[in-house]
Nanobody
Framework: QVQLVESGGGLVQPGGSLRLSCAASGSVDRFNGMAWYRQAPGTQRELVAHISRGGSTIYSDSVKGRFTISEGNAKNTVVLQMNSLKPEDTAVYLC????????????????WGQGTQVTVSS
């Protein structure tokens, strides 16, 4: 069983920075990709950034140039560095992992964390 645990959310002033981390537990060897989504009250969940196993990244237009997704130092971890934060970035940020490998066995499955609150306000 895979569990994703996020950390690093909080309250920050506009223009500030936050660093989110997500760590996967369980006997998984690797994922095809990991990502951060966000969901504000009354809105649909949206993709913020995705990183593939090969290191390719994609970002939503709203965060390009401000956010950076990267692999963490530990296995199966992902980090989201958020700079120049705006009030409209306020949301619950959720970590996701897709495509699970246990050795040579692949499962086309997507896992989700519980989410961490990010609030940008003065």
């Amino acid at each position: 069983q895979v569990q994703l645990v996020e950390s690093g959310g909080g309250l920050v002033q506009p223009g500030g920075s936050l660093r989110l981390s997500c760590a996967a537990s369980g006997s998984v060897d690797r994922f095809n990709g990991m990502a951060w989504y966000r969901q504000a009250p009354g809105t649909q969940r949206e993709l913020v950034a995705h990183i593939s196993r090969g290191g390719s990244t994609i970002y939503s237009d709203s965060v390009k140039g401000r956010f950076t997704i990267s692999e963490g130092n530990a296995k199966n971890t992902v980090v989201l560095q958020m700079n120049s934060l705006k009030p409209e970035d306020t949301a619950v940020y959720l970590c996701s992992a897709n495509g699970v490998w246990y050795g040579d066995t692949y499962y086309n499955t997507q896992y989700w964390g519980q989410g961490t609150q990010v609030t940008v306000s003065s």
